[in-house]
């Protein structure tokens, strides 16, 4: 096995093993998730052996790609790239055994159902094994792809409709500024792999690298829903629950901790990525706490507190210290552990009850204890209650925010404050959330309704819970793993020190306290009857969204009103208005008009004056000009002829024969085909030209800016040719037209020789034209009235016919 | 120096547009012809000045222009050609049709339609 090869296992093969699911989907309904299982199963042992040869420098694997653009397939792996993907494909692992349950009867479409999952899940894992941060922001926006599928899987539904579109728009559109940073960092570094990068160190002196930074922040930001963005998570909810516990907890919305842990090395030391990180990330914090608190709906909780717990992982990079973080990874694998845990819980009371409101469930602890006791230990991690890994990543958090202050003075305060506020938020939404399930009085409808899930679906937040309680006993045994995996660069080198019991600390206290108040709010909020707990309108700032994509779409609208787009008579004008004002308003303030002037001048009063070629051009012009200024089409035709074929004369003087043996050619067909096009309509129709002779405003807009154009061409053609290219590739064909075309006119071996393709491609056009010519000719079908009615008037061109006059215009 | 080209590029450019921003499809039509003209000159014109110079074949005597933009120019007088045969029968088609060339007719029953959806 070589780590080429692993790769392959871990992001080839779920994207690969897509399609087939979809279509064997049908055919094994509920079953196609034994067969789905497979690709995790197979990642995670690949991913257990990467990590078992892991030995610390990254290790690269590539396929050349576009090299062109520096865009190869490079994937790196490192401690942080591990970390990340082994949860991706252990907690697939769970999920997908999950969803086997769960959609079981409770949904159609398995096949796609997996396919999407698998296509997610290679996603995900390509992102976080990308070396090459073009190819890190695809798999990115693929991730967005795959989770608006997901969300959007039960689309009959307008919520999963609404919450797919709100994702997808989003993150797909922070993404899009995440691209725009990747390249300024190209721009700064001059590279796109990262492992160069960190070799390089950090990118902080650049002079575009606050925006580079901040642009690849909103990435990160809107990816896991940090304020004001937090809106989308809570909407994603309409998603089926295994989802949920995948993307929009445990691995998707993480993408933006793993971005921002990807960037610190690079840019910790600049001075506005401590008060950009974490003044977002603090305020998602305790606005997730009260959101979560706040909400009714099972899986509005969670996601909320989600969103403040992202809040916190984010925050926590944003205020480390420039010798590296100690335990970034265990506060993620806590996270993991218990919403994970409690998402599939959610799930299961759903499956039972089919209750999503935490007002409609209750006294769940006589008919399932089993879960009681797995949601019991989740919800003691979330609010971190001792025996858990929740506990330990809550005295972390105390111990590393308590020292803050003193380093980052007033950001530091508002962590602190944030931090201790929130964590009393989140012991109240814990105790209300399990009490709300398991304790109380059971309501009607869950007697009547309750239907006992499948003991075997207990098993993936069992194994959650499980680690949760194991590592929370005997956190020694993480402090090895977590130090194999450490970033140089992003941790410190020592491997963190982990106990259960760290002894009577300033932390311990306050988390005592913490907890203590958490349980009163429960208290009062138990005698208020949760009435107060109603999200107010002005926190819902989907609304704010819906407003706006409604103002987007009505301001389309006027603007295609207000520039007659949707009137063909009025509407060219904008376009060649627009073209003449910028074009022509760049030369004017780049080369000042009197420059221009003088130019022409110069040119007309030059010596080497050719007196037939004025000729020929004031005819080609008069020409033109009689196309205007006669009335009848026969006159308006013979005035344009005299226009081209006199620019015939003008090629040849041009010494360009080839072109003037093509332009007499062409004029000629052309006259024929107009004349007889002209010839075929009555004369009637040509009266219509003059109906609208009359002076209008409109037609003074149309002279302004026709006449704009005709100065702008001729000052960008004075200008262009009194500043010749000193190297013309002209020069190089004739030189080889005869080495190497074998033909002495360079302009005939330019055009069947040295661009013969391009000839090629002229051919084609003319081809399609003449296809196009056809199918217009032929498609007309005359209906009987009209066939008995007999020619649409006379012929014109002044055969005029008593027919015709006595018709008068149809 | 070419600056009688520029000229009658400029002068060509501004009557094509003008007669490109009418509204009766023949003169749009007309515009078209005048406008690929007035291109292909103005990229001719890039081949700098013919005076003292000959075609660009060689064992011409003296210094040849670019053959470059004649090579262009060239594919683009047949595409124009291609596009103004394509114009001239989507017009009879448009004749046919709806016995009109002029577009305010043929649109004649929309303003009344958006006065309605204002």
């Not at chain 1, 709906?297 to 996601?303: S, V």
């Not at chain 1, 987007?552 to 063909?568: C, E, I």
Request: overall charge neutral; aromatic content about 10%.
């Amino acid at each position: 096995m070589t780590p080429a090869l692993a790769i392959l296992m871990v992001v080839g093969l779920p994207l690969l093993g897509a399609l087939p699911l979809a279509m064997v989907g049908r055919r094994l309904g509920a079953r196609t998730a034994w067969l789905a299982l497979v690709f995790p199963v197979v990642g995670f042992l690949a991913l257990g052996w990467l990590y078992g040869t892991h030995e610390g420098p990254t290790r690269l694997v590539s396929w050349p790609w576009v090299p062109s653009i520096g865009l190869n397939l490079t994937f790196g792996i490192d401690g942080l790239a591990l970390f990340f993907a082994l949860i991706v494909s252990g907690m697939g692992v769970l999920v997908v055994f999950y969803a086997g349950f769960y959609l079981d009867g409770h949904a159609a479409h398995h096949g796609r159902f997996y396919a999407y999952l698998m296509l997610f899940m290679a996603a995900m894992l390509g992102t976080v094994l990308s070396d090459n941060l073009l190819l890190l922001f695809a798999f990115w926006e693929l991730t967005g792809i795959a989770s608006f599928l997901l969300i959007g899987f039960l689309h009959e539904q307008e919520g999963s409709r609404r919450g797919a579109r709100m994702a997808l728009l989003i993150t797909g559109a922070t993404g899009l500024a995440g691209l725009v940073g990747i390249v300024l960092v190209r721009q700064i570094s001059g590279t796109y792999s990262l492992r160069e990068l960190m070799a390089a160190g950090g990118l902080d002196e650049a002079p575009l690298a606050g925006a580079a930074m901040t642009l690849l922040l909103l990435a990160a930001f809107g990816k896991s829903a940090q304020f004001p963005l937090q809106f989308w998570l809570p909407n994603a909810m309409a998603a089926p629950t295994p989802v949920s516990a995948y993307l929009h907890s445990a691995t998707m919305v993480k993408l933006g901790v793993f971005l921002t842990a990807r960037l610190f090395p690079l840019f910790h030391e600049h001075p506005y990525w401590a008060p950009i990180v974490s003044s977002v990330a603090f305020v998602t914090l305790v606005l997730g706490g009260v959101l979560a608190l706040l909400s009714t709906q099972l899986k509005a909780i969670l996601a909320y507190s989600t969103v403040s717990q992202l809040g916190f992982l984010i925050g926590y990079y944003g205020l480390g210290p420039s010798e590296g973080l100690e335990s970034d990874f265990l506060h993620i694998l806590n996270h993991v552990f218990y919403k994970g845990c409690l998402f599939m819980v959610v799930g299961i009371v759903y499956v039972a009850t089919h209750a999503k409101d935490i007002r409609e469930v209750g006294g769940l602890w006589k008919r399932m204890p089993l879960l009681g006791v797995i949601a019991g230990i989740a919800c003691a991690a979330m609010l971190g209650l001792p025996g858990t890994t929740g506990f330990l990543s809550k005295e972390l958090m105390f111990k590393e925010i308590f020292v803050s202050p003193r380093a980052h003075g007033p950001l530091g305060v508002l962590a602190v404050v944030a931090v201790v506020l929130t964590s009393l938020l989140k012991v109240a939404f814990s105790v209300r959330l399990f009490q709300g399930m398991f304790l109380g009085k059971e309501p009607a409808s869950v007697a009547k309704h309750f239907q006992a899930p499948p003991s075997w679906m207990l098993m993936p937040p069992a194994v959650l819970a499980a680690c949760a309680l194991v590592l929370g006993v005997a956190p020694e045994l993480l402090s090895g793993p977590i130090h194999h995996l450490h970033v140089p660069g992003l941790h410190t080198p020592t491997p963190p020190e982990l106990h259960l019991w760290h002894g009577v600390t300033r932390e311990l206290l306050a988390s005592m306290a913490v907890v203590a108040a958490g349980f009163g709010v429960v208290a009062w909020g138990n005698r208020t009857a949760w009435r107060w707990a109603v999200v107010p309108r002005w926190l819902q700032f989907d609304l704010l969204y819906d407003r706006g994509l409604d103002f987007l779409g009505r301001f389309a609208k006027k603007v295609t009103r207000v520039s007659g787009a949707d009137w063909p008579g009025a509407w060219p004008r904008v376009p060649v208005a627009t073209l003449v004002v910028l074009v022509g308003g760049f030369l004017w303030v780049r080369f000042p008009p009197g420059e221009v002037l003088d130019l022409l001048g110069d040119g007309l009063s030059e010596h080497r004056w050719d007196g037939l070629r004025v000729l020929v051009a004031a005819l080609i012009a008069l020409g033109a000009l009689g196309v205007v200024i006669l009335r009848s089409w026969p006159a308006q035709v013979v005035a344009l002829s005299v226009s081209g074929f006199m620019t015939t004369v003008y090629f040849v003087l041009y010494r360009a024969p080839d072109l003037a043996l093509t332009q007499i050619l062409v004029e000629t067909v052309s006259l024929v085909l107009i004349v007889t096009l002209l010839a075929r309509f009555p004369r009637s129709a040509q009266e219509g030209e003059d109906v609208d002779r009359r002076w209008r405003f409109r037609q003074v807009v149309s002279l302004v800016v026709a006449i704009g154009f005709g100065i702008m061409m001729t000052a960008m053609g004075l200008l262009v040719t009194t500043r010749p290219h000193p190297n013309r590739i002209g020069g190089w064909f004739l030189d080889n037209t005869q080495p190497l075309a074998k033909g002495a006119n360079a302009v005939n071996t330019l055009l069947v020789d040295f661009r013969g393709f391009d000839t090629f491609g002229e051919i084609t056009v003319l081809v399609v034209a003449m296809l196009g010519c056809l199918g217009l000719l032929f498609r007309h079908r005359r209906t009987t009235g009209e066939h008995r009615a007999g020619a649409k008037g006379a012929p014109g061109l002044g055969i005029n016919t008593a027919h015709d006059a006595g018709e008068g215009r149809s | 120096m070419q600056a009688d080209t520029a000229l009658l590029s400029g002068v060509l450019f501004a009557v094509s547009m003008w007669l490109l921003l009418q509204r009766s499809f023949v003169k749009v039509l007309f515009g078209f012809v005048l406008l690929s003209n007035a291109a292909n000159l103005f990229v001719l014109m890039m081949s700098g000045e013919p005076v003292g110079r000959s075609a660009p074949i060689v064992g011409d005597p003296g210094p040849v222009v670019d053959p470059l933009p004649q090579a262009l120019v060239l594919t683009a007088i047949v595409i124009g050609f291609g596009v103004t045969a394509y114009l001239v029968t989507l017009l009879y088609r448009l004749f046919l049709d709806s016995g009109t060339t002029h577009v305010d007719e043929l649109y004649a029953d929309e303003p009344a339609e958006r006065e309605k959806s204002k």
